[in-house]
């Protein structure tokens, strides 16, 4: 009888790190996001504000223009230095992604490695996938250029007819050899 394929628990502790972590670096990133977006809001709120301020105190088009230009500079300000913050950001977030993920296939790497050599049989429950496996190769590799024809029947490219002298073109009319212009 053979021997059951058991998992070690190692291996799956590894392999359920690995996607929390995984998990937990998308939700920081979204995290970030969110808080980016909700400075943009209030970048928003803070400019609709001062227009309404500037609209409301001016007393003819000059003290309007005035004070609608300021707080344009000021906006355009608050939007330039979301940009550097956003751009720190997501330079920040993919180091520590890229470190992060490191440090998780290593761990995940290293359970996986220390069980490797009594993986290196196969389980039973694998052996029809393996079966199929090799099948499947061997009737791709028995095909011209790895294509299957219709009903099983292998194509033949004009590229198989040259390398076995014959012509590509069907009309008959040339000689063997003889270039094709046309």
């Keep these: ?16 790190s690995f996607a929390l ?4 670096f998308s939700h920081e990133a979204r995290q970030r996001a969110c808080e980016f977006e909700m400075q943009r809001a209030r970048r928003d709120m803070a400019a609709a504000h001062a227009v309404r301020n500037a609209a409301a105190a001016a007393g003819d088009w ?13 906006y355009l300000a608050t939007t330039v230095n979301l940009w550097q913050q956003g751009l720190g950001s997501a330079v920040q977030g993919q180091r520590g992604f890229s470190e992060g ?3 998780a296939l290593a761990t995940w790497q290293s ?3 220390e069980q490797w050599p009594t993986h290196v ?15 499947t190769q061997s009737a791709v590799a028995g095909m011209p250029y790895g294509r299957a024809g219709r009903a099983g029947a292998s194509q033949v490219t004009p590229f198989d007819l040259a390398s076995r002298g014959a012509s590509p073109v069907a009309s008959g009319g040339e000689k063997q050899g003889e270039p094709h212009v046309g």
């Design 121 to 135: 049989p196969m389980s039973p429950v694998m052996l029809p996938w393996q079966a199929w496996q090799q099948q």
């Design 62 to 74: 000059s003290e309007f223009a005035t004070s609608y230009q300021a707080s344009v500079r000021d």
């Design 1 to 16: 009888m053979a021997d059951r394929f058991v998992t070690p628990f190692d291996l799956y502790r590894a392999s359920l």
């Design 111 to 113: 359970a996986w490695r």
């Design 101 to 103: 993920l490191c440090e």
């Design 21 to 24: 972590q995984m998990l937990s």
